[in-house]
């Protein structure tokens, strides 16, 4: 069965940076296009970006500040966040892009102003 375990979120302040991480297993990674999302208290869970053999794409209120990456031996998908924002508080989780879920723990993210 496929899991997802995201970890590398805290409390950071606005202009700050964190690297998120999600280890992933029961799937084939390597060929799986990957994806981050994240969800704010009260608001919907929302796609942030996305990784496949193709490329990347990234929600436009993360353009130039996020960076999507994967590791395929490490079965490891990473999310670099610059330029933090309180408004980009929220957990966040990782997945595979076109197949809803599972969803794994998430990891908090929380941007101070």
């Known amino acids: 069965q496929v899991q997802f375990v995201e970890s590398g979120g805290g409390l950071v302040q606005a202009g700050g940076s964190l690297r998120l991480s999600c280890l992933v297993s029961?799937?084939?990674?390597?060929?799986?296009?990957m994806a981050w999302y994240r969800q704010a208290p009260g608001n919907e869970r929302e796609l942030v970006a996305d990784i496949s053999s193709v490329g990347s794409t990234y929600a436009p209120f993360v353009e130039g500040r996020f960076t999507i990456s994967r590791d395929n031996g490490r079965k490891t998908v990473y999310l670099q966040m610059n330029s933090l924002r309180p408004e980009d508080t929220a957990v966040y989780y990782c997945?595979?892009?076109?197949?809803?879920?599972?969803w794994g723990q998430g990891t908090q993210v929380t941007v101070s102003s």
């Open positions: 029961g799937t084939a990674f390597s060929v799986t296009p």
């Open positions: 997945s595979r892009r076109y197949v809803s879920g599972p």
